[in-house]
């Protein structure tokens, strides 16, 4: 109870005096509540609290400042937060409700005595039910169902002058155990047999009117449950906020004035909200004895605030119909909030979860959520999340053709609409896609002022090397000579880094996995330092421009893989600070950083993340060490000024992305865990003015880059939006574009890198745009103040170059002469109808067709053909075929002579000696001298006699 101060409800400030010297000026409502203080005590403790203003929160302990947990007094005076039982007849009574009739549960509370009184003192007891007691000084059960006496023994006293905690827990009679605990600790275990009976229950001595109690009692706690050790031992000495499960009646004792004139304060107020409520009996209420009396065994549970705020996936700009999910992120909320979800502050009906699903939203929807948080010592105990817009839109779809000719432009449109304005943003290819001659890997993409540079392993006909390329504004041109290292045989390159220092490019890369850094500077690559700089093997090589200085960042495998960073003094590479290791164990995913004169590093140990920076030559720790959730991998630091970035996948979250920030003091989530909503591999991460843009390869096997803005993760330009299927992704930003590099699988595993504007200004404001590069386009139509984001459309600017190869059906174009051949022609990008122009020995033969044949060839005659490609994009469009020389030969044959015939009427006598004449159509002939002739097929010879009738002769040999 709190003594009015505000004479006439006006609000005054009240000056507290403690002792002799002022400590607080406290300012107080006129519905008596506390609305703040100011300091004006030194605590050497605390002295930067001296002479300012402090958030106070009114508790049952008194006034407790927020800033340091302190109880500070009460403008009442000390608050009586405990009973003194003066042992000769105080007792507190609270009779006898049903709800005192419980079989299992607990009995807790606080006392101080130095001497209870001999025999039995009661300290909470139910007669022929359940008790505790003192016994001459010794906690002690009495156990009515079979007269026994159970003890905590001697050596546990709680008669010091102290406060002790005592509990008693039970289950049912003759089954459950029942344990004594004292400060927390169980002391001893039995069998309790009694069973509960009609008699109320009393504090401080048996209901009857008997067995009174000296000294202090404080906390008393009433459970029809039975509160684990664990439990017990938590909140020995801690004052609950309310109303707890299972908590049937709680007496505080937080009443009167201690020591003061009491003589309205005459019950004891039950705490749980169950309203049974005690009743003091033969107290003074007045003095030093049987009255409110001050505590000092018990402290205050802090008042917490709740927070909750949410998230949406896929994000906050969909296609009408697709499902949404909201997350809501809870701080403070206890063990089960309940959570009311609401759209456009209507609540939705069924959604009581810490997820809401929809598939319904519409343009405009605002969707918030409410918390109510069950932990009694929430202050307020509802908490709001912050509004989520929805942008709800019924899909566009770009017209136009996918692909169109390299070096003009194809029509894109959607429906037009005069009251409509359309903005048109789309990823473009920097260059032709598949740029680079052969396969390119480990992709490191960097941009120096305006100008992008990639380097890359370079699949090379002489093998493996690293290639640097930059962009000149139309192609990407070699930076020297492709292949920088001057590779012997059997050394093995691998994976390089690029970096800046005064426009110079330097690049670090490993050969035969010891690490080397050149520069390309005069015209030539050129060793930056010795080569083979590192003691050992190394692996996770980074290369940076550290304020004019260059640092390196490795794991070196001949130091257990720990991680080391190196700065180059102008002649060698030297410890970055003071120790040449950073690391404590061997890492993985190692990241090297500079921003805003300070050098950063990331690496995981233990699948956990720590990020340290170099202050004054040592390496300190960034906020927490190893201090993400779940598994880090694929792990990638950036820098936004001072503040850092880390992003990675967790496989134990399916692989999803996680992004995380540190704030000053905490690294903490940006959105939510697994915002990407599918497996993300080949991840990185760059940072501009606050807004993290996260690229990586989605379950499609494409590329997308998502940025987090205005509390959500959203797609920048589309999703998926490679032509095909990407590796080695890496994303780098001039400020005003983000450019993205990989290797392109749908171009021969070559690099290709695509640019995105990062400025609001449209590529066109019509319904229709000439496109002339290969990207993903998406338009923006406004319309009444609303935009609306079309389906993406995915074009390619092709280059074709027609061939054409032809073969014979002679087998190695060899024959025999008179022997017809067919040649064939097989053409590559000849389009729909291509045409032939059959040449022999460079003159005209032949049809537009694409076999020709021939039976007139002679030795050394040379088969061509010209075709000429109906495709588009054919440049050029003629093509020639390899050549075919033909090999004519003419066989040796010998007479025949034929016998056997005779002229008997039916045939006539072609007997004789016949010569060799001629080949037809590749069969020999031979002629009498009369003009009979015979030919050798395939199976028989046939005969053609003077008279030119047919005959077949089948030979017998």
């Known amino acids: 109870m709190k003594r009015n101060l505000y004479p006439n409800n006006v609000l005054w400030p009240v000056l507290l005096l403690a002792s002799i010297m002022a400590t607080a000026l406290l300012v107080y409502g006129k519905d008596g509540r506390l609305l703040g203080g100011f ?7 605390h002295p930067e609290f001296f002479g300012k203003a402090l958030p106070l929160v009114q508790s049952s302990r ?16 000390s608050p009586g937060e405990a009973l003194y039982f003066d042992g000769a007849d105080d007792l507190v009574n609270c009779g006898q409700p049903s709800a005192f009739s419980f079989t299992t549960g607990a009995i807790e509370l606080l006392l101080k005595t130095t001497n209870a009184g001999s025999g039995f003192r009661a300290l909470v007891t139910k007669p022929n039910a359940f008790g505790l007691y003192l016994n001459d000084n010794v906690l002690t059960v009495y156990d009515w169902g079979n007269g026994q006496i159970h003890t905590a023994g001697t050596n546990t006293s709680v008669v010091d002058g102290n406060w002790h905690h005592v509990a008693l827990t039970f289950g049912p009679p003759g089954v459950g155990n029942a344990t004594m605990y004292i400060d927390g600790l169980p002391v001893t275990t039995f069998t309790k047999t009694s069973a509960i009976h009609n008699a109320p229950l009393a504090i401080g001595a048996d209901p009857g009117g008997s067995q009174f109690f000296q000294g202090s009692i404080d906390e008393v706690r009433l459970w029809n449950v039975v509160r684990t050790p664990a439990e017990i031992l938590a909140n020995a000495t801690v004052e609950f906020c309310g109303a707890r499960p299972g908590l049937v009646a709680y007496y505080q004792f937080n009443q009167g004035i201690a020591d003061g004139a009491n003589p309205t304060e005459t019950s004891l107020l039950d705490g749980s909200g169950n309203g049974l409520n005690g009743t003091l009996t033969n107290f003074a209420l007045t003095g030093t004895t049987s009255n409110w009396t001050a505590p000092d065994g018990v402290s205050a549970s802090p008042v917490v605030t709740p927070s909750v705020s949410i998230a949406v996936s896929p994000g906050n700009s969909v296609n009408i119909g697709t499902s949404v999910t909201f997350t809501a992120s809870p701080t403070n909320g206890g063990a089960n909030p309940v959570y009311v979800w609401k759209n456009n502050n209507n609540i939705v009906l069924g959604e009581n979860g810490r997820t809401y699903t929809t598939t319904t939203l519409a343009n405009g929807d605002v969707i918030t959520c409410e918390m109510t948080v069950a932990d009694a010592c929430a202050d307020p105990s509802q908490a709001v999340s912050n509004s989520i817009p929805m942008t709800v839109i019924i899909p566009i779809f770009i017209d136009g053709d996918e ?6 432009s194809t029509p894109l449109s959607v429906p037009a609409d005069p009251a409509a304005t359309y903005c048109w943003q789309g990823w473009q290819s920097v260059g032709d896609p ?3 001659p052969y396969d390119a890997a480990e992709i490191d993409l960097a941009v120096d002022g305006t100008t992008p540079y990639i380097s890359y392993q370079d699949f090379l006909p002489a093998g ?3 290639t640097v390329r930059k962009w000149t504004g139309s192609e990407w041109e070699a930076v020297g000579n492709p292949g920088i290292i001057n590779r012997q045989q059997g050394q093995s390159v691998d994976v390089s880094r690029l970096a800046f220092v005064n426009g110079v490019p330097h690049v670090a890369y490993t050969l035969s996995a010891r690490a080397n850094v050149v520069k390309f500077e005069g015209g030539a690559w050129m060793q930056v330092g010795p ?5 050992g093997n190394i692996g996770q090589l980074n290369l940076v421009n550290g304020g004019g200085n260059l640092y390196i960042a490795y794991e070196d495998w001949s130091n257990g893989n720990k991680a080391t960073v190196l700065r180059f003094d102008g002649a060698d590479w030297v410890a970055a600070g003071n120790s040449l290791t950073v690391s404590a164990g061997p890492v993985f995913n190692l990241n090297l950083v500079f921003s805003d004169n300070v050098l950063y590093t990331a690496f995981t140990e233990n699948n956990k993340i720590t990020v340290k920076k170099l202050d004054n030559g040592d390496w300190t720790p960034v906020g927490n060490e190893e201090f993400n959730g779940g598994i880090a991998a694929a792990m990638k630091l950036a820098l936004d000024g001072s503040i850092p970035y880390v992003a990675y996948r967790d496989p134990n979250n399916g692989n999803q992305g996680v992004v995380m920030k540190f704030d000053g003091t ?6 939510n865990v697994g915002f990407t909503g599918e497996i993300t591999l080949y991840t990185d991460l760059v940072v501009r003015n606050g807004i993290p843009y996260f690229a990586f390869r989605d379950a499609n096997f494409k590329t997308s880059v998502i940025k987090f803005e205005n509390g959500s993760w959203q797609n920048v330009g589309s999703r998926g939006l490679s032509l095909g299927s990407t590796s080695f992704t890496s994303l780098a930003t001039d400020g005003d574009a983000l450019y993205l590099a990989y290797q392109d699988i749908a171009s021969a595993s070559d690099a290709t890198v695509m640019k995105y504007s990062l400025n609001p200004e449209c590529l066109s404001i019509t319904e229709s745009l000439n496109v002339s590069q290969t990207g993903v386009y998406n338009v923006l139509v406004t319309k009444n103040s609303n935009t609306t984001v079309s389906e993406p459309k995915a074009v390619q600017a092709l280059i074709v170059t027609p061939a054409v190869r032809i073969v014979s059906d002679a087998p190695g174009n060899s024959i025999a002469t008179g022997t017809p051949v067919t040649f064939s022609a097989t053409p590559t990008d000849g389009g729909a109808a291509p045409s032939y122009q059959w ?3 460079n003159n005209n033969v032949g049809t537009d067709s694409p076999t020709y044949l021939d039976d007139a060839l002679a030795d050394g005659d040379v088969i061509t053909v010209v075709m000429t490609s109906n495709d588009p994009c054919a440049i050029p469009a003629t093509a020639t075929s390899d050549a075919i020389e033909m090999e004519v030969f003419v066989p040796c044959y010998q007479n025949v002579i034929v016998s056997g015939f005779s002229d008997d009427g039916c045939a006539p006598n072609l007997n004789g000696t016949y010569f060799f004449d001629e080949i037809v159509n590749g069969a020999p002939s031979w002629v009498r001298s009369d003009g009979a002739r015979i030919y050798w097929t395939e199976f028989s010879w046939d005969i053609v006699d003077a008279n030119s009738v047919f005959w077949r002769l089948h030979p017998v040999w």
């Open 39 to 45: 300091s004006l005590f030194r605590d050497a403790a």
């Open 62 to 77: 008194g006034l407790m400042s927020r800033a340091n947990q302190e109880v500070m007094p009460n403008p009442d005076g």
């Open 403 to 408: 692909t169109f000719c390299n070096g003009s």
């Open 434 to 436: 598949g740029f680079t």
């Open 464 to 466: 493996k090397n690293i």
């Open 531 to 535: 080569p083979n700089f590192s003691p």
């Open 666 to 671: 905490n690294w903490i989530l940006v959105g």
């Open 839 to 841: 040449k022999k020995n």
